[in-house]
């Protein structure tokens, strides 16, 4: 069984720029979610997708926006970046039911200069 | 509004000692209740879930609807223990969300 894997691990970019992170799912699962978490915060969800549809969605802007593709990797591009955005991104896969366990990926780490 | 509380950033105990990491939930629906764990270096990974209503490496959790909580408890703790520990809970309407709280580091000192 393969475990969710994300690239790349690091990421430096500078404000105004965009940027697209990866996100494989762990081997049967068909949800993805991404999270976003800052430094000493918890993560905090972003939206997810499930059978390449975003289903749900969490208290960010558009300019964060996304894609599920038919082998159930993900991807998460942000558009515009702003500092504030300087973050570890986690992506967790999962079964389509709602008491299901997310399993996370080691994390993506932004810095926006 | 959904709301995960974890008063304690910081939890030091010594080898042996119980510990008790305290998780309080705002939520107004059925709960789901998790608690995450992230050793140093590590990823996020699941340490347990309130409706499975197991004990993992010795820890446990029982989830409190009268007081809103889901505290996560260990009789004897030992050093590997040292962690973060974060509670979450399951939420969305027709899809999966999960709500963090802002974690607790456990220290367990020799």
């Known amino acids: 069984e393969t475990g969710v894997t994300q690239s790349p691990t690091h990421l430096i970019k500078t404000r105004g720029q965009q940027v697209t992170l990866r996100c494989s799912s762990q081997?049967?699962?068909?949800?993805v979610s991404w999270y976003q978490q800052a430094l000493g915060q918890g993560p905090q969800f972003i939206f997810q997708?499930?059978?390449?549809?975003?289903?749900g969605r969490g208290n960010f802007p558009p300019r964060f926006s996304g894609l599920q593709f038919p082998n159930y990797s993900s991807e998460l591009n942000v558009n515009a970046l702003e500092l504030d955005d300087s973050a570890l991104y986690l992506c967790?896969?999962?079964?389509?039911?709602?008491?299901?366990?997310?399993?996370f990926g080691p994390g993506t780490r932004l810095l926006v200069l | 509004a959904q709301r995960v509380t974890q008063p304690e950033k910081l939890l030091s105990v010594f080898k042996g000692a119980p510990v008790e990491l305290k998780c309080n939930y705002s939520?107004?629906?059925?709960?789901?209740l998790f608690w995450y764990v992230q050793y140093s270096r590590q990823r996020l990974q699941l340490l347990l879930r309130?409706?499975s209503r197991e004990s993992i490496k010795g820890f446990t959790a029982d989830l409190n609807k009268g007081e809103t909580s889901f505290h996560l408890k260990k009789p004897f703790a030992q050093e590997e223990d040292s962690a973060m520990y974060y509670c979450?809970?399951?939420?969305?309407?027709?899809?999966?969300?999960?709500?963090f709280g802002t974690g607790t580091r456990l220290l367990v000192s020799p």
């Open positions: 081997s049967g699962h068909n949800t």
């Open positions: 979450a809970l399951g939420g969305g309407t027709g899809f999966q969300k999960l709500v």
């Open positions: 967790a896969s999962s079964l389509a039911r709602r008491e299901e366990t997310q399993y």
């Open positions: 309130h409706i």
């Open positions: 939520y107004s629906g059925s709960p789901e």
């Open positions: 997708y499930y059978r390449e549809e975003e289903n």
